[in-house]
């Protein structure tokens, strides 16, 4: 090759290659994940970085799916990720072990939490004192079985007459049909479509949620490391605007957050997701304190008491301080924050 022939290969190559931005129009990253696989219920982050809220706010983000609120948690804190959707409650037992470096909750996205029992009507519960003499199915690390002893404190059930069956997570709610097993735990909007898709009607579901029976606990939030926190704190506010900004759009119309969410993961169902969706931001999310208040805070006492409830039932070794949990300087202003 001629010099002039390898001087216009070389301009050539420059000329086809994508350009270089610097890092700070590029956005600045921040890795976020996800405590479960992309469900409609978390699909608000996909709407927002699909919508270019984040963009918006100076922010590059990539949206990761997990493997439950307890490893969301380990990938923030051990560096992995920046900031998640994760449990307040898991929140609670880790910090509850680990006080030297508490993990935050920033923002609130489900006022009620999803746990719950459930059971079918012909197996005679219809009060939560009928649980005792029974069998539940449970997963270990179910979130509503691992608080169960909360919910029996609640509502004056005696656990020690409860028989334990343990189980994996696909085995729940055909166990539950096939009569193995009287109740199960789970999140309502999950176990609810699992036992629908099994041919259950959904007259013959009786659902006892934990909400609805003395226990004030948070549901999932954005979690975030103190680092986070300590450092970017900007980019911690400029996140939760665009997030309130995405749940809005999704409250006067749930199909864009499914639209998404197909966009991200083609082989989901998306009138299954749809479904969940709704019944998530029905039970969760707009709850007459989040219509009054506005949605993401956390109150003091809801958090104090939510505190001394999980650590009683998994007898954690301190009591931790609500500000350990949550940190309500990251939020918007409330009139931002209302959901209609």
Not at 181 to 186: A, E, K, L, P, Q
Not at 217 to 242: C, D, H, K, T, W
Not at 248 to 264: N, Q
């Amino acid at each position: 090759m001629t010099l002039a022939a390898s001087r216009r290969a070389v301009l050539a190559g420059l000329l086809a290659a994508p350009a270089i931005r610097p890092a700070a129009a590029q956005g600045a990253p921040i890795r976020f994940t996800l405590d479960w696989t992309f469900q409609g219920p978390n699909a608000v982050f996909l709407h927002a970085n699909r919508a270019g809220y984040y963009r918006a706010e100076g922010l590059n983000v990539t949206v990761d799916a997990g493997q439950g609120s307890a490893g969301a948690i380990q990938r923030i804190v051990g560096g992995a990720y920046d900031m998640g959707f994760a449990d307040l409650n898991s929140a609670i037992e880790y910090n509850a072990n680990n006080p030297s470096a508490p993990i935050k909750g920033v923002m609130v996205l489900f006022d009620a939490a999803p746990f719950s029992i459930l059971t079918l009507k012909h197996k005679g519960i219809a009060t939560p004192k009928d649980l005792e003499g029974k069998t539940l199915g449970a997963p270990q690390f179910d979130a509503s079985f691992r608080l169960f002893p909360a919910f029996c404190a609640a509502t004056g059930v005696d656990r020690s007459k409860v028989r334990v069956q343990a189980m994996a997570p696909p085995l729940r709610e055909t166990m539950l049909v096939r009569g193995e097993v009287d109740f199960v735990t789970g999140h309502f909007y999950t176990s609810i479509l699992e036992l629908r898709a099994r041919g259950v009607p959904a007259n013959d579901i009786v659902v006892f949620l934990y909400s609805r029976h003395g226990l004030p606990f948070y549901g999932n939030g954005i979690l975030a490391s103190p680092r986070m926190l300590a450092e970017r704190g900007e980019q911690v506010r400029g996140f939760l605007r665009a997030t309130v900004r995405a749940m809005r759009d999704i409250v006067a119309d749930p199909t864009r957050a499914i639209a998404a969410l197909k966009a991200t993961d083609p082989l989901v169902d998306e009138a299954i997701e749809t479904e969940r969706l709704r019944m998530a931001l029905a039970d969760n999310v707009l709850t007459e304190r989040v219509r009054r208040d506005g949605w993401g805070g956390a109150g003091q006492d809801r958090l104090a008491a939510s505190i001394e409830q999980v650590s009683a039932a998994l007898d954690l070794p301190r009591r931790i301080a609500p500000a350990d949990l949550f940190d309500a300087g990251f939020l918007p202003p409330a009139a931002e924050r209302m959901l209609t």
